[in-house]
C-alpha cells in the first residue's frame, strides 16, 4: 500500500515521525507521499524524503496559502521541484469553504501552479472544496497535466469529467464514516485504475480512531472499505491503488 497524501511535516509528527513511519512499515504501508502546503511545509516534505526510504515530497502552495505567492516562492518551488525525491507539484488548487485567501488571488495562483507543473512536466495535486465548477473550469485549461483529485469529495457527474480528462481520485478516511452514504455511492462507482488510498494525516483519521490524530499506519482501515465498495478484498485494493500511484507519481518499486 502507498499513503498517496500525508502531511508527515506537520508539527503534530515532529516529536515522532520516525515512530510513526516505523508503524506504517508494519502495517504494510511500503511509501509515504508528503504533501507541501506552503513553502516552508514543501522544504520539510523534501527534506523527509532524504531522512527515509519509500517517503517522496511534494512541493507547493495551498489556496489557503495563496495570498503568500510571489515570484520568490514562485522560484524556490522551481528549485525545490528538481530535488530527485520531489514527485508532483501541490497541494494546489480553491478553498472556497474557508476563503483563507482572496478568491481571485487563489485562481490566480492555481494557473500560475499548473502552468509550473506544465513548464517541469510534473503531475499536479489538487485541493478543492466548495469549488467544483471553478476548479474543473481551470483544470479544462491545462489538460495537459496529470492530476489527482486529493480527498475527493465530489458529486458522481463531476467524477465522470475527470474519469474523461484521464484524471485520478485519492480517497480517505472520509469513506469510512457513518453518514458518508453519498459519498461511497460516488466513489463504488469510479473505475479502480482511477483510485489511490490517502491518509491526509494527521486530519481524518479513519473510524474507529475518529478526532484522533492520523497517521498512515492507519490506511489499511481504508483499503477495506474501499475494497467492500467494488467487491475484491483488502490486499487486491492495496496492490492495486499503490499500482496506480506508483504510475501516476513515477516512482519505481524498487526506490
Partial sequence: MIDSHAHLNDLQFSADVAE????????????????????????????LGEKFPGLYAVVGVHPHDAKTWNSE????????????KVVALGEMGLDYYYDHSPREIQQEVFRAQLALARDLCLPAV??????????????KEFRDVPAVLHCYSGSWEMAQEYVKMGYYFSIGGALTFKNAHRLRGVIGQIPLDRLFLETDC????????????????????????????????????G?????????????????
Avoid at 506508483?246 to 516512482?251: A, E, P
Fill in 202 to 237: 494527521p486530519y481524518l483519521a479513519p473510524v474507529p480512531h475518529r478526532g484522533k490524530r492520523n497517521e498512515p499506519a492507519y490506511l489499511p482501515l481504508i483499503a477495506e472499505q474501499l475494497a467492500e465498495l467494488h467487491g475484491i478484498t483488502s490486499a487486491e485494493a
Fill in 73 to 84: 516562492v514562485e522560484q524556490a518551488i522551481r528549485e525545490l521541484a528538481s530535488h530527485s
Fill in 126 to 139: 489538487i485541493h478543492s472544496r466548495e469549488a467544483a465548477q471553478d476548479t474543473l473550469n481551470i483544470l
Fill in 239 to 255: 496492490v492495486i491503488t499503490a499500482r496506480n500511484t506508483r504510475l501516476f507519481f513515477r516512482i519505481n518499486e524498487e526506490d
Fill in 20 to 47: 510513526v513511519v516505523a508503524r506504517a512499515a508494519e502495517s504494510g504501508v511500503t511509501g509515504i507521499i508528503n504533501v507541501g502546503y506552503d513553502l516552508s511545509s514543501s522544504q520539510s516534505a523534501v527534506e
